[in-house]
């Protein structure tokens, strides 16, 4: 009886106490929840439901990834349960992604999910902002209006040439008058190019042969940024048009895509043009040489990946191509000796990269002598008619595929007190610039890079 009573006692003490969390007006426990799922992607509301998680709608619509992974299972209760989830948004705006994993079209399985798939995004079609689909085998955008929709994405995802094995793909016009940004890869970009609304897009992000690239912008006269992730140079038929973008202000061809492009674009406003084609040839700079010429356009930031090329294209490229202006150069994994780089820029300011304000090297594979470098920037931060100084710089020493890879070990070299004494002087003059303003920043992956040249312990101290 003592027991008993001593429980029902405790028990009466706990319901007096009021727990300070209670205390808090619901609208901030609302916002402490929210920060709570958004911090980290794997934590999801199911945990917060029995406080006030279901009635708060900000938390449904923020936290999309466990949203896409309901419909990465193939059972009803995963089916039916998207919908649930996405009822309690409120009719928030809504991002959603959906990427699936691999199943034979011919399974049952695979065409019941992705109809949930289609009946759901139909359904809450008025909340989209963005949404994305990858590796289905059936894409058939709904027919029904998506006021909201800014961004879409879409992909197959699929590696297989069996023509039999290849995703269904049909789509009637998308009714989304908001759509500014398109991602379209694999066999997608060439058959929903006639489904999307393209005079209005500002973003496009292509994966496909050059002829598929080329008709579908043939159709966006609004166009600023290009991104070619992947596109074989394939047949392009009989002799295209020029294809003129007007507003296209920034290019960027990715490392699986082909410069072959080039050739059959005039970009009147291109400012921003980044190059990562490995191996890069000198065709590359004879194709950048009469785009800038036949579009009359002004580069101003140029971005190339090196890893590759041989120690005269990068010279060929900047003595080829119109750079009077450009003001920001990054060169990327050059695995070629930049030394004739750096004494050009510093020897003839006026006619190498004059307006140059920002130089930055990353993942750099060679030795950078430290008194040529300390040199140019000192060169460049003089004052000099008609050349703008140099405001900032970057060096980093890695390898493009990850730190230390393709390295068998160390590269060390003994120390000489005339090596360090050259040292010690470029490093004064390097603090004496920086005093100055010049902004520098020097890093490595590896243990050390020589003595002489820079190594680990000079990149510490600077």
């Not at 020897?347 to 993942?363: C, M, T, Y």
Request: charged share 25%; with cysteine.
């Amino acid at each position: 009886l003592c027991c008993v009573r001593s429980a029902e006692s405790i028990a009466r003490d706990l319901d007096a106490i009021v727990y300070p969390v209670l205390t808090l007006p619901t609208e901030i426990a609302s916002e402490i929840f929210v920060h709570y799922v958004e911090s980290h992607p794997t934590r999801n509301p199911l945990r917060l439901t029995w406080v006030l998680a279901i009635s708060t709608c900000r938390l449904w619509s923020r936290w999309t990834q466990c949203i896409s992974d309901f419909h990465k299972g193939s059972t009803t209760n995963a089916a039916n349960s998207l919908p649930i989830w996405l009822s309690r948004t409120g009719g928030l705006p809504l991002n959603l992604e959906f990427h699936f994993t691999y199943m034979p079209p011919q399974d049952p399985r695979s065409k019941a999910r992705v109809e949930s798939l289609y009946e759901t995004v139909s359904r809450f079609s008025s909340q989209l902002e963005s949404l994305t689909l990858s590796s289905l085998y059936s894409i058939s955008l709904p027919a029904c209006p998506f006021p909201r929709l800014k961004k879409l994405s879409i992909a197959d995802g699929l590696l297989s040439s069996d023509e039999d094995d290849r995703p269904h793909l049909d789509a009637p016009h998308l009714d989304a008058p908001c759509l500014r940004e398109v991602v379209l890869k694999d066999e997608c970009a060439k058959a929903l190019q006639t489904a999307l609304p393209k005079t209005d897009l500002t973003k496009l992000v292509l994966g496909a042969n050059v002829a598929d690239c080329l008709a579908i912008l043939a159709h966006t006269p609004n166009l600023q940024e290009l991104d070619m992730v992947s596109n074989d140079a394939g047949d392009v038929g009989p002799s295209p048009t020029f294809t003129v973008l007007p507003r296209l202000d920034s290019i960027r061809l990715g490392r699986d895509a082909s410069v072959e492009i080039l050739p059959y674009l005039t970009l009147p406003a291109l400012e921003c043009l980044s190059i990562r084609v490995d191996p890069v040839t000198h065709s590359t700079a004879n194709w950048v040489n009469e785009l800038v010429t036949r579009s009359g356009c002004t580069l101003r930031q140029v971005d190339l990946f090196l890893r590759h090329a041989d120690d005269g294209w990068l010279d060929d490229f900047l003595d080829s191509v119109p750079l009077h202006s450009l003001r920001d150069l990054a060169l990327r994994a050059p695995d070629c000796n930049l030394g004739h780089l750096l004494r050009n820029v510093a020897e003839q300011p006026e006619n190498q990269l004059p307006a140059l304000e920002s130089l930055a090297i990353h993942d750099c594979q060679f030795y950078v002598n430290l008194a040529d470098l300390v040199d140019m920037l000192a060169a460049r931060t003089k004052e000099v008619p008609g050349v703008a100084p140099l405001k900032s710089f970057q060096l980093s020493f890695g390898m493009a595929d990850g730190p230390q890879a393709g390295r068998g070990g160390e590269v060390d070299m003994k120390p000489s007190s005339w090596v360090d004494r050259k040292i010690k002087a470029a490093l004064e003059k390097l603090h004496d610039l920086r005093a100055r303003g010049l902004r520098v920043e020097i890093s490595s992956d590896f243990e050390t890079l020589g003595s002489g040249d820079i190594d680990s312990k000079i990149v510490s101290h600077t």
